[in-house]
C-alpha cells in the first residue's frame, strides 16, 4: 500500500515536471522532454502488439514514417494544419492496420517480425522514390515555433498511451491479448477470436507511432527517408521496452524515461557507434535481466511484503 | 524486348541467384538444427563483404584468396554468437523463441553499428576481375561466374558433408529429430554450436563471393537475412533443389526489376518476395530441413 502510494506521488510529479519544464524556454530541456515523451509514447505503442500479445513487431516504425510524411506533405502541399494532418496520418495508419494485421498475423511468430522487418524497408525504399515525398532530398516544413506545439502533442499521446494501456491491463480484452500470448489453441479453444484480438492490438499499436511520427515531422520541421524510418528509432523503443519489462503496465515507462536519458547522451558523446551499444545493451539486458525492471522490482517488493 | 536483352538479364540473375543460394544454405543448417530464427545472418554476410572490399583496396588480396580467412571468421562469430549470447539465455527468460529472436535483433543491430563504425556508410564492392567474356551477342561477367561457380563448389562441398560425413549425418539427425538423435548418442549442445559455426562460416563465404558482384553498405544486413528466409521459405525447408530454385527466382527478380525500374527498386525485391511468399505459403518455412 506504501510502496502504491509512493508510486502514484511519484507519476503525478513526474507528471507535473513534463507539463511544466518546456515553459523555461530552454531548448535543451525542451529537446529533452521531447524525447522522452516521443520514446516512451513509442514504448507504449510497441508494447501493446509485442508485450500484451507477443507478436514482436521490428516494422512499427512504418507507420511513424507514415505519419511523418502525412504532416510534411500535408503541411507543405495542401497547407492544412499540421495538427490535422498528424490526426489524418493516425486515421489512415489505423484503416491501414487492418487489413495489413489481417494478412501479417497469419504469419508464426518469428516470421511476422521479419514480414514486419521486410515491410519498413519496403517503406522506406518506396518513399525514397515517390516524388511527392521529396525523395531523398526529403521535404522542408516551415521552421518557426514548432517544438513547443509538437512536445505538448507528443505529451499528450504519451499519457494517452498510459491511459490506455491502465485500461487493457485491467479489462477483458487484455485477457484475452495475455491469453493468446501464453496459448493461442488453446485460447482459442476457449472462445477467443484469435485473429480479431491480435488484429485490434496490432491496430492500436500502429496509431501509436502514426500520429507521434506526424509530430517528430513538425518537431524537426525536416523529413528524409533514412532519418524517418530510422532504425535508431526502432531499436530504441524495443531496447526501452525490454529493459522496463515488456507486456506490463509501466514497463514502458520506467524503459523510456531511464534510457531516453541514457540516448540522449550517448548520442551527444557517440554519434557514431550509437546503434552499436543500443544493439549490445539488447544483448545485455536480456541476458542479465530477462523480464524487465518493473517485475523484478514487482518481485522484490513482493518478496519483502510491501507491495 | 529483345530476346538477347531478356536472356542476358536471366544468365546476371541465375548467377546472382547461385551467391543467394550459397547464403540460405548457411541459413537452412543453423535455422534446420536449432529453429532459431537469426536476424544476424545477413549481418555476417554483409560484414565479410565489406571486409573484402578493404583487403582487396588495401592489401590487393583477392576475395577468392580470402575465402579461408573469411569462412574462419565467420565461424568464429556463429560459435560466437551461439556459445557467448544465445546459451546465456536464463532459465526465467520470458519465452525461449521470443528471446532468442530479440537478442539475435541485438546482434544484428550491434554488427550493423560496428561495420558503420569500421566502414562507414559507402556502397562497397570488388572491382577484381572487371572483364567479360562475349558469347554471341551475350557477355557474361568474369566476376560474376567465377563467384557463382565457387558458390556452386562450395554448395556441393556441404552437400557432401552433410550427407557422407558422421558429423553431417548427426546433423542431419539433430534437424530431423531432436529426441530421435540424442537418443542414438548425438550431442545436441555441439550440434547447435557446430551447425552456428558451418552456418555462419558458409554466410561468410556467400558474403566474399558477393562483394565481387554486388555493392553493399552496413544497412544490407537485413536484404541478406530475408532474402535467405525468402529462399528457404520459395523452396521448402526441404532440397538443394528447392533452395537453388528460390534462389533463382530471387537472383532474377533483382536483375530485372534493377534493370528496367532501377537499383533501388532492385533492392526492394527481396523484402517484396518475401512477404509475398510468406502471405502464399505461411507454412513455407516448417518443411524439413538441409543439415
Given at each position: 500500500?506504501i510502496?502504491?502510494?509512493?508510486?502514484?506521488?511519484?507519476?503525478?510529479?513526474?507528471?507535473?515536471?513534463?507539463?511544466?519544464?518546456?515553459?523555461?524556454?530552454?531548448?535543451?530541456?525542451?529537446?529533452?522532454?521531447?524525447?522522452?515523451?516521443?520514446?516512451?509514447?513509442?514504448?507504449?505503442?510497441?508494447?501493446l502488439i509485442?508485450?500484451?500479445?507477443?507478436?514482436?513487431?521490428?516494422?512499427?516504425?512504418?507507420?511513424?514514417?507514415?505519419?511523418?510524411?502525412?504532416?510534411?506533405?500535408?503541411?507543405?502541399?495542401?497547407?492544412?494544419?499540421?495538427?490535422?494532418?498528424?490526426?489524418?496520418?493516425?486515421?489512415?495508419?489505423?484503416?491501414?492496420?487492418?487489413?495489413?494485421?489481417?494478412?501479417?498475423?497469419?504469419?508464426?511468430?518469428?516470421?511476422?517480425?521479419?514480414?514486419?522487418?521486410?515491410?519498413?524497408?519496403?517503406?522506406?525504399?518506396?518513399t525514397?522514390?515517390?516524388?511527392?515525398?521529396?525523395?531523398?532530398?526529403?521535404?522542408?516544413?516551415?521552421?518557426?515555433?514548432?517544438?513547443?506545439?509538437?512536445?505538448?502533442?507528443?505529451?499528450?499521446?504519451?499519457?494517452?498511451?498510459?491511459?490506455?494501456?491502465?485500461?487493457?491491463?485491467?479489462?477483458?480484452?487484455?485477457?484475452?491479448?495475455?491469453?493468446?500470448?501464453?496459448?493461442?489453441?488453446?485460447?482459442?479453444?476457449?472462445?477467443?477470436?484469435?485473429?480479431?484480438?491480435?488484429?485490434?492490438?496490432?491496430?492500436?499499436?500502429?496509431?501509436?507511432?502514426?500520429?507521434?511520427?506526424?509530430?517528430?515531422?513538425?518537431?524537426?520541421?525536416?523529413?528524409?527517408?533514412?532519418?524517418?524510418?530510422?532504425?535508431?528509432?526502432?531499436?530504441?523503443?524495443?531496447?526501452?521496452?525490454i529493459?522496463?519489462?515488456?507486456?506490463?503496465?509501466?514497463?514502458?515507462?520506467?524503459?523510456?524515461?531511464?534510457?531516453?536519458?541514457?540516448?540522449?547522451?550517448?548520442?551527444?558523446?557517440?554519434?557514431?557507434?550509437?546503434?552499436?551499444?543500443?544493439?549490445?545493451?539488447?544483448?545485455?539486458l536480456?541476458?542479465?535481466?530477462?523480464?524487465?525492471?518493473v517485475p523484478?522490482v514487482?518481485?522484490?517488493?513482493?518478496?519483502?511484503?510491501?507491495? | 524486348?529483345?530476346?538477347?536483352?531478356?536472356?542476358?538479364?536471366?544468365?546476371?540473375?541465375?548467377?546472382?541467384?547461385?551467391?543467394?543460394?550459397?547464403?540460405?544454405?548457411?541459413?537452412?543448417?543453423?535455422?534446420?538444427?536449432?529453429?532459431?530464427?537469426?536476424?544476424?545472418?545477413?549481418?555476417?554476410?554483409?560484414?565479410?563483404?565489406?571486409?573484402?572490399?578493404?583487403?582487396?583496396?588495401?592489401?590487393?588480396?583477392?576475395?577468392?584468396?580470402?575465402?579461408?580467412?573469411?569462412?574462419?571468421?565467420?565461424?568464429l562469430?556463429?560459435?560466437i554468437?551461439?556459445?557467448?549470447?544465445?546459451?546465456?539465455?536464463?532459465?526465467?527468460?520470458?519465452?525461449?523463441?521470443?528471446?532468442?529472436?530479440?537478442?539475435?535483433?541485438?546482434?544484428?543491430?550491434?554488427?550493423?553499428?560496428?561495420?558503420?563504425?569500421?566502414?562507414?556508410?559507402?556502397?562497397?564492392?570488388v572491382?577484381?576481375?572487371?572483364?567479360?567474356?562475349?558469347?554471341?551477342?551475350?557477355?557474361?561477367?568474369?566476376?560474376?561466374?567465377?563467384?557463382?561457380?565457387?558458390?556452386?563448389?562450395?554448395?556441393?562441398?556441404?552437400?557432401?558433408?552433410?550427407?557422407?560425413?558422421?558429423?553431417?549425418?548427426?546433423?542431419?539427425?539433430?534437424?530431423?529429430?531432436?529426441?530421435?538423435?540424442?537418443?542414438?548418442?548425438?550431442?545436441?549442445?555441439?550440434?547447435?554450436?557446430?551447425?552456428?559455426?558451418?552456418?555462419?562460416?558458409?554466410?561468410?563465404?556467400?558474403?566474399?563471393?558477393?562483394?565481387?558482384?554486388?555493392?553493399?553498405?552496413?544497412?544490407?544486413?537485413?536484404?541478406?537475412?530475408?532474402?535467405?528466409?525468402?529462399?528457404?521459405?520459395?523452396?521448402?525447408?526441404?532440397?538443394?533443389?528447392?533452395?537453388?530454385?528460390?534462389?533463382?527466382?530471387l537472383?532474377?527478380?533483382?536483375?530485372?526489376?534493377?534493370?528496367?525500374?532501377?537499383?533501388?527498386?532492385?533492392?526492394m525485391?527481396?523484402?517484396?518476395?518475401?512477404?509475398?511468399?510468406l502471405?502464399?505459403?505461411?507454412?513455407?518455412?516448417?518443411?524439413?530441413?538441409?543439415?
Amino acid at each position: 500500500m506504501i510502496a502504491k502510494r509512493a508510486g502514484y506521488a511519484v507519476l503525478a510529479l513526474l507528471f507535473v515536471v513534463l507539463l511544466l519544464a518546456p515553459l523555461s524556454g530552454n531548448g535543451y530541456i525542451v529537446s529533452l522532454c521531447y524525447i522522452t515523451a516521443l520514446f516512451v509514447a513509442l514504448a507504449y505503442g510497441w508494447n501493446l502488439i509485442s508485450g500484451y500479445a507477443g507478436y514482436l513487431s521490428f516494422g512499427q516504425i512504418t507507420f511513424f514514417g507514415i505519419g511523418a510524411y502525412a504532416v510534411a506533405i500535408g503541411v507543405t502541399r495542401f497547407h492544412l494544419p499540421w495538427y490535422l494532418c498528424a490526426a489524418l496520418g493516425g486515421v489512415a495508419c489505423a484503416a491501414l492496420a487492418v487489413p495489413m494485421g489481417w494478412l501479417m498475423l497469419r504469419l508464426r511468430g518469428p516470421f511476422f517480425a521479419l514480414g514486419m522487418l521486410g515491410l519498413a524497408q519496403t517503406a522506406r525504399i518506396l518513399t525514397n522514390l515517390t516524388p511527392i515525398s521529396g525523395g531523398s532530398e526529403g521535404i522542408y516544413l516551415p521552421p518557426g515555433a514548432n517544438a513547443i506545439a509538437a512536445y505538448y502533442w507528443t505529451l499528450a499521446i504519451m499519457v494517452g498511451g498510459v491511459v490506455l494501456t491502465a485500461a487493457i491491463d485491467r479489462n477483458a480484452f487484455g485477457l484475452r491479448l495475455r491469453a493468446l500470448r501464453e496459448d493461442e489453441r488453446a485460447a482459442g479453444t476457449l472462445g477467443v477470436d484469435t485473429t480479431r484480438s491480435n488484429v485490434q492490438a496490432f491496430v492500436l499499436s500502429a496509431i501509436f507511432p502514426a500520429l507521434l511520427g506526424g509530430g517528430y515531422a513538425w518537431y524537426l520541421t525536416y523529413v528524409e527517408p533514412n532519418s524517418i524510418y530510422s532504425t535508431e528509432i526502432e531499436l530504441q523503443t524495443v531496447a526501452m521496452a525490454i529493459l522496463g519489462g515488456m507486456g506490463t503496465l509501466w514497463g514502458p515507462l520506467v524503459g523510456g524515461l531511464i534510457m531516453s536519458q541514457v540516448s540522449e547522451s550517448l548520442s551527444t558523446r557517440f554519434p557514431q557507434t550509437h546503434l552499436m551499444i543500443f544493439g549490445a545493451l539488447i544483448v545485455v539486458l536480456l541476458i542479465a535481466l530477462p523480464r524487465g525492471i518493473v517485475p523484478a522490482v514487482a518481485a522484490f517488493l513482493k518478496k519483502r511484503g510491501i507491495a | 524486348m529483345r530476346p538477347e536483352l531478356v536472356l542476358q538479364l536471366t544468365i546476371d540473375g541465375l548467377l546472382l541467384g547461385g551467391v543467394f543460394a550459397l547464403a540460405a544454405l548457411g541459413l537452412n543448417v543453423i535455422f534446420g538444427v536449432t529453429r532459431i530464427v537469426n536476424l544476424a545472418h545477413g549481418n555476417i554476410v554483409v560484414l565479410t563483404a565489406l571486409s573484402a572490399a578493404i583487403a582487396f583496396q588495401r592489401f590487393g588480396i583477392t576475395p577468392i584468396e580470402g575465402l579461408p580467412v573469411a569462412m574462419v571468421g565467420g565461424a568464429l562469430l556463429g560459435v560466437i554468437i551461439d556459445r557467448l549470447i544465445l546459451r546465456r539465455l536464463p532459465e526465467d527468460a520470458p519465452t525461449a523463441e521470443t528471446t532468442s529472436l530479440l537478442l539475435t535483433f541485438g546482434v544484428s543491430y550491434f554488427l550493423v553499428g560496428l561495420s558503420l563504425a569500421i566502414f562507414t556508410g559507402d556502397f562497397r564492392s570488388v572491382a577484381y576481375l572487371t572483364g567479360s567474356w562475349l558469347v554471341g551477342p551475350l557477355s557474361i561477367g568474369k566476376s560474376r561466374f567465377l563467384a557463382f561457380a565457387v558458390a556452386i563448389v562450395i554448395a556441393a562441398m556441404l552437400g557432401v558433408l552433410l550427407r557422407s560425413t558422421k558429423i553431417g549425418r548427426a546433423l542431419r539427425a539433430a534437424s530431423q529429430n531432436l529426441d530421435g538423435a540424442r537418443a542414438c548418442g548425438v550431442s545436441i549442445d555441439r550440434m547447435r554450436t557446430l551447425s552456428f559455426g558451418l552456418g555462419s562460416a558458409i554466410a561468410a563465404a556467400a558474403g566474399a563471393l558477393l562483394s565481387m558482384i554486388y555493392a553493399v553498405n552496413p544497412d544490407s544486413g537485413s536484404q541478406f537475412t530475408l532474402i535467405a528466409f525468402s529462399v528457404v521459405a520459395l523452396g521448402g525447408l526441404g532440397s538443394y533443389a528447392g533452395a537453388l530454385l528460390g534462389s533463382a527466382i530471387l537472383g532474377l527478380a533483382v536483375s530485372f526489376v534493377g534493370f528496367f525500374g532501377n537499383t533501388q527498386l532492385g533492392a526492394m525485391m527481396p523484402y517484396v518476395v518475401f512477404i509475398l511468399v510468406l502471405l502464399f505459403r505461411p507454412s513455407g518455412l516448417l518443411g524439413k530441413s538441409v543439415a
